[in-house]
Structures are given as C-alpha cells and as structure tokens.
T-cell receptor, first 115, second 111 residues
Framework: EAGVAQSPRYKIIEKRQSVAFWCNPISGHATLYWYQQILGQGPKLLIQFQNNGVVDDSQLPKDRFSAERLKGVDSTLKIQPAKLEDSAVYLC?????????????FGNGTRLTVT | SQQGEEDPQALSIQEGENATMNCSYKTSINNLQWYRQNSGRGLVHLILIRSNEREKHSGRLRVTLDTSKKSSSLLITASRAADTASYFCATVSGGYQKVTFGTGTKLQVIP
C-alpha cells in the first residue's frame, strides 16, 4: 500500500508570509492528524479529522492556522501570517478508524523555516 | 501539551547492549504505542500495548505497561547501530483515538 504523502518537503518563507502544506493519507484511512514538531521535542497535535469533520483542534492557534479536509481524503494546513516560532516540521498521519487499536502511519513531513 | 514524559532524554550504549526507555503519562488510556524516528524522517510505529495488557514482545522489543503507575517501558535487546534514532511513547485516549506523544528519548548505539 502507498504511504502517507506530504508536500512540499521543505519550505522557507519570511515572517508574515503565508504557507500551505498538503497531505494525502493512505487510502481508506478515515482519521487524519496534523502534528507540529519543533526541533528536539515530541510531536504536538494541531488538529484531528475523522472523515471530513474536525474532532479535536484544541491546540490549533486558530488566529493564524487553518486546516481543511475536503471529501474526507486530502488535507491542507495553512499558516497566515507566519511567525518565527512556527519554524518546525509539520507531520501528517492517518489511521484506520474501524480498528480501535490501530497505529498511525506518518508522512515524512514538511520542514518549515520562517526567517 | 505533552501527555508523556520520557526518561532518559538521551542514552548512549555500545552495540550488543540492551537499551531501556521509560514513559510516564497522566490520564487514562485506551492503549499505548511506541514509535521510532530517524533524523529528518517521519515516525514509524514499533509496537502497541492495550490498556488491559501488561507485557508484549515483538522481535527484539519488549514493552511493559503499568496502568496503576501510569508508566510504560520499552526494552531493545542486543542493540545495533541501526537502532540509533529517537523513540517516542504515545498514549491513545478517548472515543476518537486522540494520540498524544511524549518528549522522546534519543538513543545512540555505538558500533
């Protein structure tokens, strides 16, 4: 089976600019997660989708971050405007909802540098 | 916020030795998972232990879970240089399977 696809792999922008990341989960995976991983730290959950509905966005900075999952498949995460502290790797993961004890499958992430 | 705290933060061992990493968490869980992350890559799932299990094995990996102490440990036996990576515990909770990661242990295996 094909893995989780993310693009771009790297992105460098200046502060106050906007940026978008794209994720294509594994086919059939109902649950999709976006994580932010700052260098040297563990991944922090930003938002979790079940199909195309949001089930958890409690740690998403909603004044600047937004995410959508159209048709319950692909997802995009946007930052507008970016701040220096947004420099991090943004990881997308998906899992099978039907299997209660199912692992997450991760993409390789997008490394964002804000200058 | 991080659900799990891992200990130690960094570990350096010789090839062939065993490596033990510990994870403590705060709330009730459905299951606990361990992941590995090589530098510059995404996380890879290693092993899952359910809340009603106490121990689980997979190849050179052994995981224990003590729900009364809210702690877990990962043992890698006969370590290899290729095991060099960061290891994260992740707790899964709630009906929607919220997955929260710990702070990680950076393992270096010296050939």
């Amino acid at each position: 089976e094909a893995g989780v696809a993310q693009s771009p792999r790297y992105k460098i922008i200046e502060k106050r600019q906007s940026v978008a990341f794209w994720c294509n989960p594994i086919s059939g995976h109902a649950t999709l997660y976006w994580y932010q991983q700052i260098l040297g730290q563990g991944p922090k959950l930003l938002i979790q989708f079940q199909n195309n509905g949001v089930v958890d966005d409690s740690q998403l900075p909603k004044d600047r971050f937004s995410a959508e999952r159209l048709k319950g498949v692909d997802s995009t995460l946007k930052i507008q405007p970016a701040k220096l502290e947004d420099s991090a790797v943004y990881l997308c993961a998906s899992s099978l909802l039907r299997q209660y004890n199912s692992p997450l499958h991760f993409g390789n992430g997008t490394r964002l540098t804000v200058t | 916020s991080q659900q799990g705290e891992e200990d130690p933060q960094a570990l350096s061992i010789q090839e062939g030795e065993n490596a033990t990493m510990n994870c403590s968490y705060k709330t009730s869980i459905n299951n606990l998972q361990w992941y590995r992350q090589n530098s510059g890559r995404g996380l890879v799932h290693l092993i899952l232990i359910r809340s009603n299990e106490r121990e689980k094995h997979s190849g050179r990996l052994r995981v224990t879970l003590d729900t009364s102490k809210k702690s877990s440990s990962l043992l890698i036996t006969a370590s290899r240089a290729a095991d060099t990576a960061s290891y994260f515990c992740a707790t899964v909770s709630g009906g929607y399977q919220k997955v929260t990661f710990g702070t990680g242990t950076k393992l270096q295996v010296i050939p």
